[in-house]
């Protein structure tokens, strides 16, 4: 039995292409920022090795410290950051989106709930930083 | 500037068509005129036969949803003059059977809807002699939520429900949030064992889309994500004491 009819047409059902992504920047932002994490995996493997140098001691860590200074890990390790940071700033971003109202009860401006990660992020980054610079 | 704009308008009859195709139209550029003015110019002037929504022309029916330029509008808070010099591309909601044209086929978001049980449900019977009295607080917990249109645009804008159509989708979640929410009701329970599911909340990715076109500032990813915190607790609540009611 044919599902068409004269009486009853049939509906078009649109398919989304496989490069949807592509079609919109919010959409491609969306698949950068899910992609993103998998730099946020390489830097916590190259600390995690970093921390394994300096336990094992000097010569380890002048060893690792050598390595990292390859051009071709520098160059990766600079593309890294410029994603881990679109990577932390999105997430930010969605906190108005995704922030528990119970906290502070409903109409909060975005503003209000976004800056305080920020500042924390950029806190926390100074903190590392600073022992970074004065101990290793 | 000219005083006319090209629309290109989405042309698709059910009976003779494959896919829909896009076809030219020069209407009058007006600074007072919306996009949906100039479909109107289209369908008296120019063409009777094109298919398209409408009712209130002042963004509270819901009707005219449509994508403008690819992103999901209501075409009668879409001000023309906007697109000058154009072209303006005008096309059915995204992810949507299209039945003629721009008007698109609702069954399954209406189903959807229906499936959230988006009404106040009681364990009892209890019929209130009077109102039932509400604090301010306890209004402005949901209030943003009840301000929903149903005019679709933020399915059209959620990639997750174009790839999966089973998914629930976010106004339909956001209207169950709003019961949730709502002191007088008592189904919450009923909606979670039906929505912390693979097709409800927790399909959603948190494109954040959804809440960037909504007309009505009703911000649906804000309800997903508070529901799936509120789902997350009711589980742990029914983890840790197995005794308890949810």
Request: aromatic share 12%.
């Amino acid at each position: 039995m044919p599902q068409y009819s004269t009486f009853q047409p049939k509906p078009y059902r649109p398919r989304m292409s496989p490069y949807w992504y592509f079609e919109r920047w919010p959409y491609l932002k969306f698949m950068v920022r899910e992609l993103s994490c998998v730099f946020v995996a390489y830097f916590a493997v190259v600390m995690l090795f970093q921390i394994h140098a300096i336990s094992a001691g000097p010569g380890a860590y002048a060893r690792f410290a050598a390595c990292m200074r390859c051009p071709l890990i520098l160059d990766l390790n600079a593309i890294a950051l410029v994603f881990i940071v679109f990577h932390a700033v999105t997430w930010f971003a969605l906190v108005p989106r995704v922030f528990v109202r119970d906290v502070m009860g409903p109409g909060i401006p975005d503003v209000v709930t976004m800056l305080p990660n920020f500042g924390a992020w950029l806190v926390a980054s100074a903190i590392v930083a600073a022992f970074i610079l004065r101990f290793i | 500037m000219s005083d006319t704009i090209i629309l290109e308008v989405a042309r698709f009859h059910p009976e003779r068509d494959t896919e829909p195709s896009y076809q030219s139209f020069e209407v009058p550029l007006r600074a007072d005129w919306m996009v949906l003015d100039a479909l109107n110019h289209i369908k008296d002037q120019l063409d009777g036969s094109l298919a398209f929504r409408w009712s209130c022309r002042m963004g509270i029916c819901g009707s005219c949803g449509m994508m403008v330029n690819g992103v999901p509008s209501l075409t009668c808070e879409s001000l023309l003059m906007n697109f000058a010099p154009g072209p303006v591309r005008i096309g059915p909601l995204d992810h949507f059977p299209v039945i003629k044209d721009l008007a698109i086929e609702m069954d399954e978001f209406m189903g959807k809807l229906q499936k959230v049980r988006p009404w106040i449900v009681r364990k009892d019977d209890y019929v209130p002699k009077r109102e039932f009295i509400q604090t301010p607080k306890q209004l402005a917990a949901f209030q943003q939520f009840t301000l929903c249109i149903n005019c679709m645009l933020c399915y059209a804008a959620c990639p997750v429900y174009g790839l999966d159509p089973s998914f629930t989708g976010p106004a339909a979640l956001a209207l169950a949030e709003r019961y949730n929410l709502d002191s007088r009701d008592q189904g919450s329970a009923e909606r979670t064992d039906l929505l912390a599911q693979h097709d409800g909340i927790w399909d959603c990715t948190v494109v954040g889309e959804c809440s960037e076109v909504c007309p009505k500032n009703v911000d649906p990813s804000l309800a997903i994500q508070q529901y799936k915190i509120s789902a997350t607790k009711d589980w742990f609540k029914t983890w840790l004491m197995p005794w308890g009611n949810k």
